[in-house]
């Protein structure tokens, strides 16, 4: 999904992927452990959909606050975070985490 190859789910919905700046230290940090990719690497992918028509570039948001919102309030939508804010939600009980990837 983060490729943007995958456009939907496997219900047939759309995708809505949320993405933090190529600078941020959690982007960076999810595509090197998550994606085993760098940040450039998965920036090249997203132009190369957006300028065949494949696909489209994920949105982009500037911190990991504006990332959680948009994620609890966008259905179908699928993000990521820093793990010590990850802990903080699960003390908090919240119910976002469901459509969130941890960066370890």
């Given amino acids: 999904m983060f490729a943007m190859k995958q456009r939907s789910w496997p ?3 759309s995708v809505t992927v949320f993405v933090l700046p190529s600078d941020h230290r959690t982007h960076r940090d999810f595509c ?3 994606l085993s990719i760098f940040p450039n690497q998965l920036e090249a992918m997203w132009y190369r959909r957006v300028y065949t028509g494949t696909g489209s570039a994920p949105v982009q948001v500037s911190d990991s606050q504006t990332m959680l919102r948009r994620i609890s309030d966008t ?3 699928i993000g990521y975070l820093a793990d010590d804010t990850i ?5 908090d009980n919240s119910n976002d985490l469901l459509k969130i990837l941890s960066v370890h």
């Fill in 32 to 34: 090197k452990k998550k």
């Fill in 75 to 77: 259905p179908g939508s």
């Fill in 87 to 91: 802990s903080r939600l699960q003390r």
């Fill in 11 to 13: 219900d047939g919905s």
